[in-house]
C-alpha cells in the first residue's frame, strides 16, 4: 500500500507501522471517540448479495483486522450481526502483546446495539467468542428475553428506556471505560449516529468493483444531516483498493 497525499514522500510503500500511525486514535483521549469503519463499492454498494464480505480485497481485511486491533471496544447492530453472522475477535499471541503494551485487553469485546432484543442466543456472538459479548438494549425489552441473553453468555446493559440513540452509546462507552470505539455497522446505525452529531472519525474503502443491485447506502436514516469531515489520508494498494480516512471537522485550529 502506498499513501497519495504524502507531502514529502508521495507514494512510498507503507509498512505496518506507518499503517498503526495513520490509524491511531487521538491521544490522550478523556471521553469516547467514535470512529466508523465501512467499505463501499464505488457505485455506492455497502454489500454484495446482502453481506460486506463480497467486498473485501486483501488491503480492506488487512486494514479491518488493524482497527480492531486499535479499539477498546468493537461496536455492531444487531442487523449486522446477523447477517455478516458475527462471532468474537480473532487474535493472536503477538496481538495479544501489542494490545497489552498500548494499555488494552487482551480481546476486544463486540457490543451488539438492539433496542428489541432480538438476537438468537444460538448464534455464533454466543457460541464462538473468548470474551463474553455486549449487549446494549432498551428497557423496552421483556425481562425473560434479556435473562435468555445472559444465560447465553452475554452481559447484557440496559442503556436506554426505548429507542437507542447516540448520546445513549456514547455514555454506555464513557461509564465502561473505552475510549476508542470502533463501529462497524450498519447504515441505520451510522446513519442514526450521523443525525445524533457523535461520529468522531470515518475509515472508508473503495473497493474497485461496481456492483449495482439494491444494497443500501453505507448510511441511513429517515433524514439528511450534514456533517463537514477532513481527510486525513489517501492510501492506494496496488489493486486499486482506496483506503481514506475523514475526521469531523471542528474548523481551524486555535
Excluded at 482497527?67 to 477498546?72: G, K, V, Y
Excluded at 455464533?124 to 423496552?140: C, E, K, N, Q, W
Excluded at 465502561?176 to 451510522?190: D, H, K, Q, T, Y
Aim: hydrophobic fraction near 40%.
Amino acid at each position: 500500500m502506498r499513501r497519495l497525499d504524502e507531502p514529502t514522500v508521495p507514494g512510498r510503500v507503507l509498512d505496518d507501522t506507518d499503517l498503526r500511525e495513520l490509524y491511531a486514535y487521538p491521544s490522550e483521549l478523556t471521553t469516547p471517540w467514535l470512529r466508523v469503519n465501512f467499505v463501499s463499492s464505488l457505485d455506492g454498494a455497502v454489500a454484495v448479495d446482502g453481506r460486506s464480505g463480497g467486498l473485501g480485497t486483501p488491503a480492506d481485511k488487512k486494514v479491518f483486522g488493524l482497527l480492531r486491533e486499535l479499539a477498546d471496544v468493537i461496536l455492531v447492530g444487531a442487523g449486522t450481526a446477523r447477517t455478516e453472522n458475527y462471532g468474537g475477535a480473532r487474535t493472536t499471541e503477538a496481538l495479544r502483546e501489542r494490545r497489552a503494551a498500548t494499555g488494552l485487553s487482551a480481546v476486544p469485546p463486540i457490543a451488539v446495539v438492539t433496542a428489541s432484543g432480538n438476537l438468537d442466543p444460538g448464534m455464533r456472538l454466543f457460541t464462538d467468542t473468548s470474551v463474553p459479548p455486549i449487549v446494549f438494549t432498551s428497557g423496552a425489552v421483556p425481562e425473560k428475553k434479556r435473562r435468555a441473553l445472559a444465560d447465553a453468555g452475554a452481559d447484557v446493559r440496559v442503556i436506554a428506556d426505548d429507542d437507542i440513540g447516540g448520546e445513549a452509546l456514547v455514555e454506555a462507552a464513557a461509564r465502561a471505560g473505552w475510549n476508542r470505539v470502533l463501529c462497524e455497522g450498519g447504515p441505520r446505525l451510522f446513519g442514526r449516529m450521523i443525525a445524533d452529531g457523535v461520529v468522531d472519525d470515518l475509515c472508508l474503502t473503495w473497493a474497485p468493483v461496481l456492483a449495482a443491485g439494491s444494497a443500501d447506502r453505507i448510511a441511513h436514516s429517515p433524514g439528511s444531516t450534514v456533517t463537514a469531515m477532513r481527510r486525513t489520508h489517501l492510501v492506494c494498494d496496488d489493486d486499486g483498493t482506496i483506503l481514506t480516512r475523514w475526521v469531523r471537522d471542528t474548523g481551524p485550529a486555535q
